[in-house]
């Protein structure tokens, strides 16, 4: 079982991803801002799956009070199939009620479905013709009239236009500016200018935008060659893993208990594991279990940490099964239980992991 090591990728919430049972509970008793947080989380792929049937249910009881937010938010869940069977045609359906009730986001939803004819006749004219009319509206539907704008759809390519809408956006609402970022750096549609991506991201940082703080820490981390400056990424992470990021408080839980940025300190380091673990990043919660069964950076508690491992296999994290499995295989109560284990291998091992299908080809031998 070894320590996984730092990922650089792409208001804490007040709706934690692994402990969600308060606003569930608030959700179901007509909570809409606690239902509209949770949708959020599932938005970020981080609301463990057995949660997602009782946030439908509430969300859809909501939705049928003609609550716009709600019924978009039951939109998002037919679309990704999340507590209910994935529907396309509802969720453009409910998209198409929103918009027409001038709900921007909608509006904006309902124009991808366009773009890609997921549930609707595809029609790319139409489908800019609301990405604009919606980024009119609300800043956040800017990011998907960049989208159509730089890729043509609907009409001809106009990287420029893309760009330019994305900087004005930024000005007004901190969001685009580490989406613009991010794009800058991709090399997907745009030239990558390192440079510009720099000062967005820290203009959105000082702006006090999550994801651009997240983009900032990523940059200073390495992202731009020779431009290293592991102090400056750890503060960029302190910001964002403060506002909300799970993957910053995941790769800040990694530079403390490494040192990367002064003197280790795995007390501090395995804290902000779990919290990762607690907004829902599932390798917060593997590491965080590792120290417990190890007694590292935190008082040694093997069924806490077992526990942990279990409950971030449950959630989809792979490696935690495998984990798991060596030690129900080789150490749980000094007597190994090999189904047990042959069962977490075959998981992690079905879900694509290499690491399950060797573990449990070993049991074999």
């Not at 439908?56 to 937010?69: G, I, N, P």
């Not at 997240?214 to 910001?239: H, S, Y």
């Not at 935190?298 to 994290?317: E, I, M, N, P, S």
């Not at 495998?322 to 239980?337: H, Q, T, Y």
Request: charged letters at 25%; aromatic letters at 4%.
């Amino acid at each position: 079982m070894t320590l996984l090591t730092l990922i650089l990728l792409a208001t804490p919430a007040p709706c934690l991803a692994m402990r969600p049972e308060p606003c569930l509970s608030a959700c179901e008793k007509g909570d809409g801002s606690r239902c509209l947080e949770l949708q959020v989380l599932v938005e970020d792929g981080v609301l463990p799956a057995p949660h997602h049937p009782r946030l439908f249910s509430a969300v859809h009881a909501l939705c049928e009070l003609r609550k716009k937010e709600h019924c978009f938010a039951e939109a998002m869940l037919h679309l990704g199939g999340v507590g209910t069977p994935k529907d396309a045609a509802k969720a453009a359906a409910l998209f198409s009620d929103g918009c027409d009730a001038d709900h921007p986001l909608s509006c904006s939803n309902l124009a991808v479905r366009y773009a890609r004819g997921d549930g609707v006749k595809k029609d790319e004219v139409t489908a800019r013709r609301l990405m604009l009319h919606a980024c009119e509206r609300e800043p956040r539907a800017c990011l998907n009239a960049s989208w159509a704008l730089g890729a043509g759809i609907g009409g001809p390519p106009d990287q420029k236009a893309a760009l330019e809408l994305l900087e004005k956006t930024c000005l007004t609402w901190a969001g685009a500016c580490a989406r613009l970022a991010n794009d800058l750096m991709a090399d997907v549609w745009v030239k990558p200018n390192p440079t510009r991506a720099l000062e967005l991201a820290h203009d959105g940082c000082e702006r006090s935008d999550g994801p651009s703080c997240e983009v900032l820490g990523k940059l200073r981390m390495g992202a731009i060659r020779g431009q290293e400056q592991p102090r400056a990424a750890q503060v960029a992470f302190e910001k964002a893993c403060e506002l909300g990021q799970p993957l910053s408080c995941f790769n800040l839980s990694v530079m403390y208990a490494k040192g990367s940025a002064g003197a280790p300190n795995p007390v501090r380091g395995s804290e902000l594991a779990m919290l990762a673990c607690d907004l829902g990043n599932l390798f917060g919660c593997h590491n965080r279990a590792l120290q417990q069964l190890e007694g590292r950076g935190t008082k040694k508690d093997v069924k806490a940490g077992l526990a942990l491992l279990g409950r971030a296999c449950d959630a989809g994290g792979l490696i935690s099964c495998v984990s798991l499995g060596e030690f129900v295989a080789r150490r749980l109560s000094g007597k190994p239980d090999l189904e047990r284990a042959r069962a977490l291998f075959q998981k992690a091992c079905a879900g694509g992991l290499d690491a399950g299908c060797m573990a449990e080809r070993r049991l074999d031998r």
